[in-house]
């Protein structure tokens, strides 16, 4: 491990960018969000809801929360909103998630890999909750930032519907999340 401490290290510094890449989301205080900072939440919404799903690897969930978004360190944040127009999403995320990996050990690489995959593939149900309480994070931000004037809170309502209804549990997130919605629709 000490002689991979380099490659380590180089690959934390190309992380780091996730601190300085901008969602189209809002905080509180009105500034944009990071992608380290959904990230973060997304951690902790994962880390609270654990006790939920003793059947499930919840290490495995927060690896997964982990590395979701760790290609935008590379290329940037798709909106959520845009999404849906970017057919080759997944294609690019999985290419810029190679390039930042790709100073890592090739045996870390194959780890971190195998993870993204999962996520991206929904392949096990770590990684379709995963995907259920990444799209209930954002709902949440959007309907607790402090969003520009045109901000679509209509969007919120049908966003990763299909991810939400995972279980009852995010069943029920949502309907609480979609409540706040309509009611900042109302405000603006």
């Given at each position: 491990m000490?002689?991979?401490?380099?490659?380590?290290?180089?690959?934390?510094?190309?992380?780091?960018?996730?601190k300085d890449t901008l969602r189209t989301a809002?905080?509180?205080?009105?500034?944009?969000?990071?992608?380290?900072?959904?990230?973060?939440?997304?951690?902790?919404?994962?880390?609270?809801?654990?006790k939920h799903y003793p059947h499930l690897n919840n290490e495995k969930i927060l690896k997964l929360c982990i590395v979701h978004d760790l290609a935008e360190a590379i290329g940037g944040d798709i909106s959520a909103v845009n999404q849906?127009?970017?057919?080759n999403k997944s294609a690019i995320e999985l290419r810029d998630f190679k390039q930042l990996i790709s100073p890592?050990?090739?045996?870390?690489?194959?780890?971190?890999?195998?993870?993204?995959?999962e996520y991206d593939g929904a392949l096990t149900e770590e990684?379709?909750?995963?995907?259920?309480?990444?799209?209930?994070?954002?709902?949440l931000q959007h309907t607790q930032g402090d969003n520009p004037q045109d901000f679509n809170y209509t969007f919120?309502?049908?966003?990763?519907?299909?991810?939400?209804?995972?279980?009852?549990?995010?069943q029920q997130f949502?309907?609480?999340?979609?409540?706040?919605?309509?009611?900042?629709?109302?405000?603006?």
């Open positions: 000490i002689e991979q401490l380099p490659s380590i290290l180089q690959f934390l510094r190309d992380a780091e960018q996730l809002w905080t509180s205080s009105g500034r944009q969000e990071s992608t380290a900072e959904h990230t973060w939440r997304l951690c902790l919404l994962a880390m609270i809801v654990a849906h127009a970017n057919l890592l050990s090739q045996e870390v690489q194959t780890d971190l890999l195998a993870l993204w995959l990684a379709r909750l995963v995907k259920a309480l990444d799209k209930l994070e954002t709902i919120n309502l049908s966003y990763g519907k299909n991810q939400t209804d995972y279980d009852e549990l995010t949502r309907l609480l999340l979609d409540a706040e919605t309509k009611a900042r629709m109302e405000k603006s």
